[in-house]
Structures are given as C-alpha cells and as structure tokens.
C-alpha cells in the first residue's frame, strides 16, 4: 500500500476576489490524486466546485447552503497530476459563489506518488 500524503492551503477574505482559487503543481514529482476536501468556514455559499484543468475538469461539488465539498475516489481511480515546473503548467481550482462575508477557505488534496512506469 502506498503512502497517502495530505496537502493544505487556507485563504481568508472580505470581498469576492481572486475567485477561482488556483492551485500549480507543488510537489517534484507527478502524483496522483485521491480524494480532496474543501471547508468554507465563518461563510456560505450558493455554489462550490473542486476541479482540474489537467484531467478531467469538475472532482466534487456543493449545492446552495453547503459549506463543504469533499470526498475519496474509488480504490482503483487515481488523477493524474504533474510535477512542479515547466511551462504553463496546469492547476487545480474552487470556483465558489459567496452569498456571506467575510470567508475562511480550507483546501486540502490527498495523494500519493505516481507509480513508475
């Protein structure tokens, strides 16, 4: 079984800005990605989506009111998702619609290197 890392970011605000937030490729290696949470706290929304502009686009969505949006791809699906570097590299995205201010924003990824081929 391999090792599943976490990684998380926090963003905090008072207005509807730099929405969607973007996310490059981090780590040195490509790795793939199993599962994702998105936490909206102090906050509400009409609408939040976690996606990929690598492959493929939208992983999890929340409707009107929610205010997380989460889960783990099945055992035998992993996303692939390059290394760091490169030119024009992809990024992982949280479209959100706000309907309350201010916003405290938890972003978390969970994924484990890529397997050799």
């Known amino acids: 079984m391999r090792e599943v890392l976490v990684h998380t970011w926090a963003r905090q605000g008072s207005v509807n800005v730099q929405f969607p937030f973007l996310v490059e490729p981090w780590e040195d290696e490509p790795i793939e ?27 999890f969505m929340a409707g009107n009111g929610e205010t997380r949006c989460d889960g783990m791809l099945p055992d035998d699906v992993m996303l692939p998702f390059p290394a760091a570097g490169g030119q024009d590299p992809p990024h992982l995205d949280i479209h959100i619609e706000f309907t309350s201010f201010p916003y405290f924003l938890v972003y978390s990824v969970f994924y484990t290197a890529a397997e050799a081929v």
């Open 33 to 59: 990605i199993i599962g994702m949470e998105c936490a909206l706290l102090q906050s509400s929304s009409r609408a939040m989506m976690t996606c990929n502009s690598y492959r493929p686009d939208i992983f």
